[in-house]
T-cell receptor
Framework: QKEVEQDPGPLSVPEGAIVSLNCTYS??????FMWYRQYSRKGPELLMY????GNKEDGRFTAQVDKSSKYISLFIRDSQPSDSATYLC?????????????FGKGTRLSVIA | DGGITQSPKYLFRKEGQNVTLSCEQN?????MYWYRQDPGQGLRLIYY???????QKGDIAEGYSVSREKKESFPLTVTSAQKNPTAFYLC????????????FGPGTRLTVL
């Protein structure tokens, strides 16, 4: 079993839809959770970061963590064509920033106008 | 501008040649990382360095070498021993103190002819 599982998609939705992206993990030591967005042929950019169970909201994006189920989600409200990208979840067991993150394989999202 | 730069953006290599990919950061980050990205494979860690003059192997280090002589620089050499080097290579860096601050460069696309 891989440490982090993420459905690769592709996921195609109409503009304005609510998008739900998910990752599951097996290592209960993971305490820090991130979502990155990667446009085609570009480097990933940090989108959301959370370290506790519950929800964290930033504009149209909400990150949700359920440590009891080892499940994290990213919700995108009012999705736009500019949200079309690959979304990568990442996790760490360490509060120190100099240890490698464990990444999911990414979910490719297409928002159709 | 602060950030991470990678050069070149595109690189072509003949079989049997070694090539070096450049990664420079002016963020004063302590740690630096090299990842390889293939379609459907997500990000795979090649090497990482937490401090100058020290580095550790990641999951797929065979056929690669690195050096960390300066805090701001972490070049990656793809040697002829790497059997399938065609991929998108991403460099990242992070602070020691905060788990969320891993930032990526724009990437280098390496193609073996």
């Amino acid at each position: 079993q891989k440490e982090v599982e993420q459905d690769p998609g592709p996921l195609s939705v109409p503009e304005g839809a609510i998008v739900s992206l998910n990752c599951t993990y097996s290592n209960s030591a993971f305490q820090y959770f991130m979502w990155y967005r990667q446009y085609s042929r570009k480097g990933p950019e940090l989108l959301m970061y959370t370290y506790s169970s519950g929800n964290k909201e930033d504009g149209r994006f909400t990150a949700q963590v359920d440590k009891s189920s080892k499940y994290i989600s990213l919700f995108i409200r009012d999705s736009q064509p500019s949200d079309s990208a690959t979304y990568l979840c990442a996790m760490s067991a360490s509060p120190r920033g100099n240890t490698p993150l464990v990444f999911g394989k990414g979910t490719r999202l297409s928002v159709i106008a | 501008d602060g950030g991470i730069t990678q050069s070149p953006k595109y690189l072509f290599r003949k079989e049997g040649q070694n090539v070096t990919l450049s990664c420079e950061q002016n963020l004063n980050h302590d740690a630096m990382y090299w990842y390889r990205q293939d379609p459907g494979q997500g990000l795979r860690l090649i090497y990482y360095s937490q401090i100058v003059n020290d580095f550790q192997k990641g999951d797929i280090a065979e056929g690669y070498s690195v050096s960390r002589e300066k805090k701001e620089s972490f070049p990656l050499t793809v040697t002829s021993a790497q059997k399938n080097p065609t991929a998108f290579y991403l460099c990242a860096s992070s602070y020691e103190g905060v788990a969320d601050t891993q930032y990526f460069g724009p990437g280098t696309r390496l193609t073996v002819l």
